[in-house]
């Protein structure tokens, strides 16, 4: 009886493992992703709610070295989600996340809601399990004009044993399934 609870429990992480998030063209001109600018890549968390509380409450509620490590956790974010972005996308549109190369062309993550999961399971049980969750939009500007948008269910970091490792793990998956969507979005149009 034992083993083969465990054998159910291990069915269940698995199919969780293996599950994608589901990102979503939703409206604009999906053929953006073949322009040959770069745009700059922002992330916008006013809205941000983690773990059902707005995002700064929940950062002091779990101590002031949360706070001050939130600034270069969201820099580590930007600087995966520009490297893959510019790998699953070569030759076309490129992103930066350095603001000081002024582009027309913005990309913008903005977080709805994210859980950061658990190190214990992820360390422990891993195959997805204590892994990171994030919900939000994808939008690419030029100038102040919406260009695109995608829409982005639960893109998941996998498991890693730090908080700052499965936020930088989202964003890279984010950047690759953003391209790949988009890409499938053009060759409908």
Known sequence: M?????ALA????????????EVIFQKGDACIVNDKRTCVVELDYNDLMIEGKPYMQYLKDKGEKNVADWKNDM???LNQFAEKWNASNKGTLQATA??????PL???VKMKKLHLGNAALAVVIGLGSGDAHLNCDVLIYEG???VSKLQVEDVSSGSQYTESKRLANIFYKLAARSVKCLKKACKKK
């Open 98 to 103: 350095d603001k000081a190369d002024a582009t």
């Open 106 to 108: 913005r990309l913008v």
């Open 75 to 77: 820099d580590l974010c």
């Open 144 to 146: 102040n004009k919406e």
């Open 10 to 21: 291990m069915l269940a992480l698995t199919s969780k493992a293996m599950a994608d998030s």
């Open 2 to 6: 034992k083993h083969l609870l465990m």
